[in-house]
């Protein structure tokens, strides 16, 4: 069973601060990292990919992953109120499988 | 360039009857998949297709759930005699090639009493 794990929050920050989200995977051949953002009776919308190992950033948001410790993970610096919604970590075995996802981590800032 | 389109947005079915979901993928998208969102649940992969093949269904149900990407026209996904455990969002994402990233449709919300 491929499994893809994530706090459910609701994770707090206040307005300005750094927000970490984390996601573990079991499958350690796991090839593709996804971040997507969900506002609550809204559509996933994906923020980010990664495939390789170390950081990539793009804007306010870096994605960190560490294939030696199956983790993955989102940094959102200086977090704004309008980045408060459920993060989902989705995670890629090979090219041809479906996307396996997290529960999800809530994230809420506070002005 | 258009997004993932579905409809309806909302669907409200009795017990027993049958639900049809409809999504069009991104123009130039060949890859269409389903997947279901219970309530405080991450999506659930169901179905991936492309044009009139069924490429994987390992994560939709044997019965009852049927699933068509046909040459011309949206891709369906049907339930048939739905029941109250049916009811969730029903998403579906397209991709231009099998690897490549999936972008998410605004879903269909079914609801069934």
């Known amino acids: 069973q491929k499994e893809v794990e994530q706090n459910s929050g609701p994770l707090s920050v206040p307005e300005g601060a750094i927000a970490s989200l984390n996601c573990t995977y079991s499958?350690?051949?796991?090839?593709?990292f996804f971040w997507y953002r969900q506002y609550s009776g809204k559509s996933p919308e994906l923020i980010m990919f990664?495939?390789?190992?170390g950081d990539k950033e793009d804007g306010r948001f870096t994605a960190q992953l560490n294939k030696a410790s199956q983790y993955v993970s989102l940094l959102i610096r200086d977090s704004q109120p309008s980045d408060s919604a459920t993060y989902l970590c989705a995670v890629k075995i090979t090219g041809n499988t479906p996307l396996v996802f997290g529960k999800g981590t809530r994230l809420s800032v506070i002005a | 360039n258009a997004g993932v389109m579905q409809n309806p947005r909302h669907l409200v079915r009795r017990r027993g009857q049958e639900a049809r979901l409809r999504c069009s993928p991104m123009k130039g998208h060949s890859h269409v998949y389903w997947y279901r969102q219970l309530p405080e649940e991450g999506l659930k992969f169901m179905v991936y297709l492309q044009k009139e093949n069924i490429i994987d269904e390992s994560g939709m149900p044997k019965e009852r759930f049927s699933a068509e990407f046909p040459k011309e026209g949206p891709s369906i996904l049907r339930i048939q005699q739905v029941v109250r455990g049916d009811s969730a969002a029903y998403f579906c994402?397209?991709?231009?090639?099998?690897?490549?990233?999936?972008?998410f449709g605004p879903g269909t919300r079914l609801t069934v009493l």
């Open positions: 990664i495939y390789s190992n």
């Open positions: 994402a397209s991709s231009p090639y099998v690897a490549d990233t999936q972008y």
């Open positions: 499958d350690r051949g796991s090839q593709s």
